[in-house]
């Protein structure tokens, strides 16, 4: 997955508030990603928040006609969103980051995320079972160390090739990786796989 | 139109070949209840580390299983008897029901046929079946797996029942 990430180091917006008094100011980070998606099934995720354009028909404008949209809702599975005719099936369906979802497209097509760097406490539920998620910040690295994933023994991750449209098993076990620590990259999506329910969680700020 | 007529062809062969179901071939996955270790002939000794190779045979019927994947290695330590869950890729296409084995054998050998010729420790898993996935659906697990014990030699075995029946023969007389 190539992308082009102007994320922290660049596009740093000071939206924030500064008050003379309390000394107190937050920095909000935008920028874009880049994410070419490959002929077939790609398992990705929205990496910025676009706030109320995290929308299909907004994050996925420009993907050609007959890509389809698979998110998952673990106990339920998955919901199947297609662009036909220039319409898509449900086109306020939401993409949010945190949430992974596969996007099955005819043709090689390059998407373009614009939003804001999600920042401070940050929590993604995770059921029993299967679950498709992602990093809620736009950041490479090994899925625990880096990105904050807790897992337990036995907890599994699955990632998937768009080259080889198959899957790479990752197995927490016996208190380790096996064969090793899983890496995301910035806007890939993955299934983590729980022994129990959880989260995940982290705490992310781009102030210094 | 010739062109494109094999052009299309082309394609749809390559749409195909990517197309394959695949399965979670591993013996210790907790969540979904399996965990099923593999030990030498004494059935205690788990196999472990490059001493030992495990690959997955599969096939539509029992009398048509071939190997597929690579043959991985042991994990050594608290995890030996365990082989690293790798996801395989079958010639099948999704949604096809399969039947599947475990075979393991003894290193030195570079298949589990070169090593039962070859007078090498093989032993085999109980045929379980499962239907293999493509995305977006996940690869299943080899639910239903058991330990199983490797077996001594082909030599070896001879041996023992030619003196069990030799024994049997002078108990007789």
Redesign the interface.
């Known amino acids: 997955m190539r992308t082009k990430t102007l994320l922290l180091a660049a596009a740093l917006s000071a939206a924030g508030s500064a008050t003379a008094m309390a000394q107190v100011y937050s920095v909000n980070a935008v920028g874009y990603v880049n994410t070419a998606l490959k002929p077939g099934f790609n398992l990705i995720a929205n990496p910025l928040d676009a706030g109320a354009d995290n929308t299909v028909s907004k994050l996925l404008a420009g993907v050609p006609d007959g890509t389809v949209v698979y998110t998952f809702t673990p106990g339920s599975g998955y919901s199947v969103n297609t662009l036909d005719l220039g319409e898509w099936t449900n086109p306020n369906a939401t993409l949010v980051p945190g949430q992974g979802f596969f996007v099955r497209t005819p043709s090689a097509v390059t998407v373009t995320f614009v939003g804001e760097v999600k920042q401070g406490n940050l929590s993604t539920p995770l059921s029993q079972g299967f679950n498709l998620v992602a990093s809620q910040v736009p950041q490479a690295g090994k899925i625990s160390t880096d990105l904050g994933l807790s897992v337990a023994d036995g907890d599994l991750v699955y990632k998937f090739n768009a080259d080889t449209q198959g899957y790479q098993i990752f197995t927490f076990d016996l208190g380790e990786w096996d064969p090793s620590e899983p890496t995301l990259a910035v806007g890939e999506g993955c299934w983590v796989r729980k022994g129990a329910a959880g989260s995940w969680n982290r705490t992310f700020s781009v102030n210094p | 139109m010739k062109k494109l007529i094999v052009a299309a062809a082309v394609g749809f062969l390559a749409?195909g070949a990517?197309?394959?179901g695949?399965f979670?071939f591993?013996n210790?996955?907790?969540?979904a209840g399996i965990d099923a270790k593999v030990f030498r002939p004494d059935g205690v000794t788990p196999l472990d580390g490059a001493n030992y190779w495990a690959q997955a045979y599969v096939g539509a019927t029992l009398d048509s299983l071939a190997p597929v994947g690579s043959p991985v290695n042991f994990?050594t330590g608290?995890?030996a008897g365990?082989i690293?869950?790798?996801?395989v890729?079958t010639p099948f296409s999704g949604g096809t029901q399969v039947w599947v084995e475990m075979r393991a054998w003894e290193a030195g050998a570079d298949s589990y046929e070169a090593a039962v010729a070859g007078g090498k420790l093989f032993g085999k898993s109980d045929p379980i079946q499962l239907t293999v996935a493509?995305?977006?659906n996940?690869?299943p697990d080899m639910v239903g797996l058991k330990s199983f014990s490797l077996v001594p030699e082909p030599s070896t075995m001879a041996l023992g029942l030619l003196g069990a029946a030799a024994l049997m023969l002078r108990r007789r007389s």
């Open positions: 749409v990517l197309a394959q695949q979670n591993g210790r996955v907790t969540v994990r608290a995890a365990y690293s869950s790798t996801i890729t493509e995305a977006p996940t690869p």
